[in-house]
């Protein structure tokens, strides 16, 4: 692989907020629509797998458990290589694994290989891409973040849109093999994302010391120092605790209407509205999450939308006709795009830039334990008491508990969070980077030839990227 540039966030500088910003957002939305829809996607070939290989539903729904278990539970995982590798270089293999598994799949004579394959591999291969993704946006934007959050996000329902009806397409005319085999083709897209992810450069200073040198060895691979602060711990509970009722009622919501006595296409139609619904609310919930005076109360607009969310299961329970469910997906699509467009904004802006890395790794590991037992608890409940009824009431009040340790939890122990770098590197990072630019001409020695040269060179400093060979492709 030869010696690679670890694009670990360089010091003194700025986001660039534009430019080629735009690009690693436009692989970011790309990479969060195949990470959330694809496990999803995957489920119209249940059928076909049920009949092809004489097994039960269950066993098929392992699948996209296994996908959703393998994106958050390798969460350590990939910050351990994006902290050794950088961004780029992970998100190539990623989409190599992602494609490779699905490939693979298509070829297999039973339901275990397809586990290993396209649950394992492809999983693998997602949360390799998905987690260096939400990186690289978070150094290109910083004053528009909220709404590159928010664009970002909205790949999830679009893709979901896309693929499902894609899937069912192609099941038709290939059948699950063909599918398989040609939605592996379609993942290698993963590696032209990966592609986009381009480092930023830091500032030619005219000394070159071995400190930059020193400080990229010393850093390390997974920061567990994240855990002594308190926004942080509060927010992974309150996370966790969320993730346990949040994935439910779309899981139910069909079922639901079913057994209210709903055709099939029917009952289809309402992940259709609340799709529809959550693609335009993500993007607007980013520009109204980076207004000056909401941006730094973010955290409370996210417990708001967690409570609104939490507070439209509860109301969706007492639904007993279709127009009932129909209102439950408008009010749950908007509030599920707001949560959707939030979380990992404000977790960036709990942990900073320098620690995010580390930061998401350790979260996505405790939200996949919570992913791993909500659904199947709600199920459990439903075989036992045969009313999705207590199904939605659970998970709104999961949903609403987890809105209330965050927001009391950041009012009472947190309080007023000091607007000031989170490390004492970006604070020394920060104070360097303000002296050089408020430094007037007189105090620098230097030839009138090079001052010319430099100013023609280096406007402001923005955050420039890499073109080295090493890096790219």
């Known amino acids: 692989m030869g010696a690679v540039v670890a694009d670990d966030g360089p010091s003194g500088v700025k986001a660039p907020d534009g430019g080629w910003g735009w690009a690693v957002l436009f692989g970011c939305f790309i990479i969060t629509g195949f990470s959330y829809a694809f496990p999803k996607a995957v489920s119209v070939f249940f059928k076909e797998l049920i009949r092809e290989f004489g097994i039960g539903y269950s066993d098929t729904a392992w699948i996209s458990s296994i996908l959703l278990a393998m994106l958050y539970g390798t969460g350590p995982l990939c910050s351990v290589c994006v902290n050794r590798f950088g961004c780029r270089p992970v998100m190539l293999v990623g989409g190599l694994f992602a494609s490779l598994g699905m490939v693979i799949a298509s070829f297999c004579t039973s339901i275990v290989q397809i586990y290993l394959t396209a649950g394992v591999i492809t999983g693998l291969g997602l949360a390799l891409n998905f987690q260096p993704s939400l990186i690289m946006l978070n150094r290109y934007f910083d004053k528009r973040r909220p709404l590159a959050n928010g664009l970002s996000a909205a790949g999830s329902p679009v893709f979901l849109c896309a693929l499902s009806p894609l899937g069912q397409i192609l099941q038709h005319e290939y059948g699950w093999r063909g599918g398989f085999l040609i939605l592996g083709g379609m993942l290698l897209n993963c590696c032209v994302c990966g592609a986009l992810m381009r480092p930023l450069e830091p500032p030619k200073k005219p000394e070159a010391t071995k400190e930059p040198a020193e400080k990229k060895a010393k850093k390390k691979l997974l920061d567990f120092s994240v855990f002594k602060d308190g926004g942080f711990v509060i927010y992974t509970l309150a996370a966790s605790i969320m993730v346990l009722g949040l994935f439910v009622p ?12 709903y055709q099939d296409t029917k009952a289809a139609f309402l992940l259709t509205i609340l799709g529809f619904i959550d693609i335009f609310a993500r993007p607007i919930c980013g520009m109204v999450a980076g207004l000056k005076w909401v941006r730094p109360r973010c955290v409370y607009l996210f417990s708001f939308a967690m409570i609104f969310n939490g507070f439209t299961d509860l109301m969706g329970s007492m639904s007993v006709d279709y127009a009932g469910l129909v209102v439950f997906c408008i009010f749950f699509g908007i509030s599920y795009g707001m949560v959707g467009a939030l979380q990992f904004e404000v977790l960036m802006a709990i942990v ?19 992913v791993l037992i909500g659904p199947p608890s709600a199920g459990k409940l439903l075989d036992a008491t045969g009313r999705y009824m207590f199904v939605f009431i659970i998970a709104g009040i999961e949903v609403t508990t ?8 950041n009012f009472f122990c947190i309080k007023k969070k000091s607007e000031e770098p989170h490390t004492k590197e970006e604070a020394a990072e920060r104070e ?23 100013l023609k060179d280096e406007p402001e400093k923005n955050g420039e990227v890499v073109t080295n060979p090493e890096t790219c492709v």
């Not at 779309?250 to 006595?261: E, Q, R, T």
């Not at 320098?354 to 919570?370: C, N």
């Not at 987890?402 to 939890?409: N, R």
């Not at 980077?433 to 430094?439: A, I, P, R, V, W």
């Open 402 to 409: 987890s809105a209330l340790v965050l927001a009391l939890g």
């Open 250 to 261: 779309p899981v139910f919501v069909v079922s639901y209407a079913k057994d209210l006595g």
């Open 432 to 454: 360097e980077l303000n002296k050089s630019e408020d430094k007037a001409p007189e105090d620098a020695k230097v030839d009138s030839i090079e001052v010319e040269q430099f």
């Open 352 to 370: 900073g830039t320098q620690k995010f890395s580390s930061a998401i790794g350790l979260v996505l590991l405790a939200e996949a334990m919570a």
